[in-house]
């Protein structure tokens, strides 16, 4: 079975600032994609960027980038020139692509507050 | 938006009831999960169905069960509920298992 490990329950950054928030996983697989899903207060759960594990490359989505470590398992998310609408819960989830299951197993998620 | 849609948003029932919760998926979605988040267990997978069979089961209890109709929305039944099945349960679609997935806004849902 497939485990997330989210670190650091609570963060906080000032706006304009860059913020790292780390992810490990553990897994057997080989063939997997990871993921960051933000959710604010609203609860609507809002995919941020997205990893396949084949790819040596790290993700980058405008200010949202991955340093994906294969190796080690570890998937942080760089948050730069934070701003006050990133307030939100972070979720770090991976999903297997080696079998039939296809679900999202996620961590127990960090709240980042952006200060003005 | 997502275009995946639940309903109802809210739900308020009592310990030893049964409630339905509904979800349409996005248009030309044929994968339904349905994932519960509760302050205890975090976000749990339940179940997954891909048009109209069931694919993967997750941390479903024997009380709950779910299914997905031919015009591929589906439903999470939950009965015989405890005050610990208070929770968020959020359905999510994709066009298929590979692909990603989109949430709804979810079912807040408070067992008094």
């Known amino acids: 079975a497939q485990t997330v490990t989210q670190s650091q329950p609570e963060m906080s950054v000032q706006e304009a600032e860059t913020v790292t928030l780390s992810c490990t996983y553990d897994?057997?697989?080989?063939?997997?994609?990871l993921f960051w899903y933000k959710q604010p207060p609203s609860r609507q759960m809002i995919l941020v960027i997205r990893?396949?594990?084949?790819?040596?490359q790290n993700a980058t989505e405008n200010r949202f980038s991955v340093n994906f470590q294969k190796a080690a398992k570890s998937f942080s998310l760089k948050i730069s020139d934070s701003q006050l609408g990133d307030t939100a819960m972070y979720f770090c989830?991976?999903?297997?692509?080696?079998?039939?299951?296809?679900?999202?197993?996620f961590g127990k998620g960090t709240l980042l507050t952006v200060n003005p | 938006d997502s275009g995946v849609t639940q309903t109802p948003k809210h739900l308020i029932t009592a310990t030893g009831q049964r409630v339905t919760l509904r979800c349409s998926p996005r248009?030309?979605?044929?994968?339904v999960y349905w994932y519960q988040q509760s302050l205890d267990q975090g976000l749990q997978f339940l179940i997954q169905?891909?048009?109209?069979?069931?694919?993967a089961k997750g941390n479903i209890l024997e009380r709950f069960s779910a299914q997905q109709f031919p015009d591929l929305h589906s439903e999470l039944n939950l009965s015989s509920l405890e005050l610990g099945d208070s929770a968020l349960y959020f359905c999510?679609?994709?066009?298929?298992?590979?692909?990603?997935?989109?949430f709804g806004p979810g079912t807040r849902l408070t067992v008094l």
């Open positions: 999510a679609s994709s066009v298929d298992p590979y692909n990603e997935q989109f």
């Open positions: 897994t057997s697989e080989n063939n997997y994609y």
């Open positions: 990893q396949e594990a084949y790819k040596q």
């Open positions: 989830a991976f999903e297997g692509r080696g079998g039939s299951n296809y679900k999202l197993t």
């Open positions: 248009s030309g979605d044929l994968s």
């Open positions: 169905y891909y048009n109209g069979e069931e694919r």
